[in-house]
Each structure stands twice: as C-alpha cells, then as structure tokens.
C-alpha cells in the first residue's frame, strides 16, 4: 500500500499534535486530527485555535549556547511546521524568541486545516482506541493531549499504563493591558542591553521589595486539590512560593535586577518587575515570572501597589492548572512508542517533558516515527548526544521511581571530553562544543535516516 492509502490517528492539537500532524501528512500518509476544543474547553486555553501558547508567550532563548536555543536550531534543522510559521509571529524581546500567542495560534490553525490530507475532526475522544472496550483501529494512533487531557482519556489511559496518572501543577502569569500602563515610573530596557529595549521594567527599592515580598506570602490564595504535597513543576513555581522560600528568593530569581539599569537615574535598582510584549500590537504586556495561585482580587490589589500599575487592567489573571502526565521512563520507548501497544504514540507533555520547543520536539520525532513505521522504513534512535536524542533519552530511560517532567538542558547532553578523559574549557566553551556536536550528529543523522 501507498502513503497516501494509509492513515495516523492524532488526538490533540496543540504544539506536540499539529508537528505530529504536519510530519505525517507532508510523508504523503492521511492525518485525523482530533481537538476537543472549543466544544469542550480547559481551566488555561482562552481559544479555540490550535497550537495555543497557554502560559508564557517566549519559546526560550535564540541562543545557540542556551538549552532552549539548541533545541530551536535542531528542530530548524528537522523542519519543524510551527517554528517556520512563529518566525513571522515574533514580538521584540531581546534574545528572547516570544510570539503573539493568539495571531500564531490562529495562523497555525489555518494552516492545518489547509492541508489536504489532514482531516479535523472538532469533537473529544473519550477512549483510546483498542483499549478497554474502546474498539480498535488499524493505524498508529498519536496521543498528544497535553496535561489538560480531559478526565475520561486520562481515565482510559490507566489502562495501558495500569497505574494512576502522575500530576504536578503549573501557573500562569497576569497580562495587563499596555494603556493602563503609567510609563512615566517604569523604563524600557532588555538586561545587559541585549537586542532592542524590549521590557517594560518597574524598578523597586528595598522598602517597596519587602512589603511585596509581605503582601505576597500573606495574600488569599485559590485552594486546589493535592497543594499541601507541594506539588509544582520548579520552572514554573507560583511567585507566592518562591517568596514563601524566603525573603530574598525573589530578588534572585524573577525580580533580579542584574543587568538592568535604570537610564533615567544610572543606577540599578534593588528589585526589577518585568513586563514582556505579549502581541505584535503592543496591546497587551505579559508580568514575566508571575506565575500564581492568587485569588483575582488578591492579584489586583497587589499588583497595582507596583510602581505603574496603579491603574492597571488585567486582560487576564494568573491562574494555577493540574497538570496530567504518564511515567515515561515505564511506557514508552526511545521512539515515543508504547512498549506495551506498538502502534501506539505518545507526544507533547503527556509524555513527560516539559516546555514548548520540548513538546514541539517530542510531537515531530513521534510524527516522524509512526510515518516510517506505517511505510515499512527502518527507524534510527536520534543520536544520545543530539538536544532531541536526549530528550527522548531522559523520559523514556530516566528512573522510573523518581520520574519528573523535565525541560532539556545541557547536562542530559554527555560531556566532551579532552584526550585524558578531562571536561574541555570553561562553562560556556562546554556548552559551544556540546552544541557543535549536537548539530553535526544530528545532520548526519537525518542524512542516514532519510528525514
């Protein structure tokens, strides 16, 4: 049988389902992209687009000796669907790669549904099929539900890994409507001048930092199921945790003012609140690190105590979600293959990482592999020295007993070593070897693969 005689199941549509769906479909083999939403909504996503950016509208660095930017260069290199369309969606954010969340989103939507051999199916799958009674299908299917999957799949789910799901929960951060800003008490400037003057900086001394920190562990917060086993992912902890951790957490975490002086005064404040562009418009701006649990009221009256915020209205308020993932390391397989149901695949952060490009990265290689698998061709491991080898490496080969979602980094990446065995130069030149490395083994990798 042809590509074009065959078909992948894909259930979800968000960064991991529309790469899957674009990898398969442009392999010739016919795509049934399944979205619950808007017919069935979540407690994060404001639209029924696919591919919707939930919390933060940054994709990490553009660095290539950032753990974000590597990712982003090898994903170029696999012809990744939904960075070539958000290279034309970017908003100024110093060495930043952040988006317009909602005109990308729509764009990629209108892109998907373009595609000939991709059908949309707008309605929620409750089962996995050939799972339970659910009834069987004679092609892959591809889960990329993301952590918001609805509670009967999650449920159907159990039945392949025979276990309860795992959770962590996660938070996103108030967007503030740019001309309830007053720029008279706040300067623009990107740290260490990188790139244009792209942040909206609110500048605190000592006395203004503490009664935040104050306000902050004192305030009302929304109370959610589990939250006594401090259940959060570290990247994207509440600001209220961080400065429950202590009095100088946040002043060295997401309110550091390294590298960002004030022009005005030639001084650099004690204390620096960050608000990043969140549309190409300037409409709207995003409080940057501002994850939170707060009750709405709660958020509102202190975030207006900011210095130019007095008057400032909310597009949106953080608000915390549960987040659904499997044990990767016990499911699946170096191919985001169930071990336990060959034809089936799992992608996005259901499976167990953690952040955009990653989920980007897991739904284009589980795109690739069920594509290859369908056309009879042989399947090559991504390289354990490549960004998205290491990846795959870590959730499918990580303990399984102290399994958590993660975001690539640097150190999944083996060291490069000198003759004698010895780590090679400084931090940096580590970083610049590993990436050099990453980048060649991953082109030799798709020259061998046929990608």
């Known amino acids: 049988m042809t590509g074009s005689e065959k078909k992948i199941i894909v259930i979800g549509a968000g960064l991991a389902g529309v790469e899957a769906a674009y990898q398969v479909s442009k392999r010739g083999i016919a795509v049934e992209l399944h979205e619950m939403r808007p017919g069935t909504n979540t407690e994060a996503h404001s639209t029924g687009f696919f ?18 930017g590597l990712l982003k260069e090898e994903l170029k290199m696999l012809d990744s669907f939904f960075l070539r369309i958000a290279e034309n969606y970017r908003v100024p954010a110093g060495s930043s790669y952040s988006v317009d969340r909602v005109r990308l989103a729509e764009k990629i939507t209108l892109e998907i549904e373009a595609i000939p051999n991709i059908t949309v199916i707008r309605e929620e799958v409750g089962q996995i099929p050939g799972v339970g009674t659910a009834p069987a299908v004679d092609c892959p299917v591809i889960v990329a539900t993301g952590p918001l999957t609805g509670g009967e799949l999650a449920r159907s ?3 392949i890994t025979m276990r309860k799901n795992l959770f962590f929960y996660d938070a996103t951060s108030p967007i503030i409507d740019a001309d309830t800003i007053d720029l008279e008490k706040v300067y623009m400037a990107s740290r260490y001048d990188k790139g244009e003057a792209d942040f909206i900086n609110i500048p605190l001394d000592e006395a203004q930092y503490n009664e935040f920190v104050k306000d902050l562990t004192e305030a009302e917060k929304v109370e959610i199921e589990d939250v006594d086993k401090d259940v959060f992912f570290d990247a994207c902890l509440p600001i209220e945790e961080i400065a429950r951790r202590g009095e100088k957490s946040l002043s060295f975490g997401p ?5 960002l002086i004030d022009p005005r005064t030639d001084v650099r404040p004690y204390a620096v609140v960050q608000l990043r562009q969140d549309d190409l418009q300037k409409n709207f701006y995003q409080m940057v690190g501002f994850q939170t649990r ?28 549960r987040n659904t993932y499997i044990n990767g390391p016990l499911i ?23 952040g955009y490009v990653e989920s980007i990265c897991s739904g284009l290689a589980a795109g690739i592999f069920a594509a290859k698998s369908v056309l009879g061709e042989p399947c090559y491991n991504l390289p354990e020295i490549t960004a998205c ?18 975001k690539f980094s640097f150190g999944l990446l083996p060291e490069v070593t000198g003759a004698r065995g010895r780590r090679k130069g400084s931090k940096r030149m580590r970083k610049e070897l590993k990436a050099a490395r990453a980048l060649e083994s991953l082109q030799a990798w798709i020259e061998k693969a046929g990608i």
Not at 301 to 310: A, V, W
Not at 390 to 406: C, E, G, I, K, M
């Open 51 to 68: 591919g919707e950016l939930v919390c933060s509208n940054s994709l990490g660095s553009t660095q290539v000796t950032s753990a974000s």
């Open 332 to 354: 699946i397989d170096k191919f985001y293959r169930c071990k336990l149901k060959e034809d089936l695949y799992f992608a996005g952060q259901i499976c167990g990482v953690e």
């Open 255 to 259: 309110l550091k003012p390294v590298g």
């Open 157 to 159: 789910i159990t039945g």
């Open 294 to 321: 707060l009750k709405w009221g709660e958020q509102k009256r202190i975030f207006r105590k900011l210095p130019g915020l007095e008057k400032a209205e909310f597009e949106r308020f953080g608000r915390m979600h």
């Open 389 to 406: 080898g290491a990846l795959v490496h870590y959730v499918s080969q990580a303990d399984w007993q102290s399994f958590r979602p993660t």
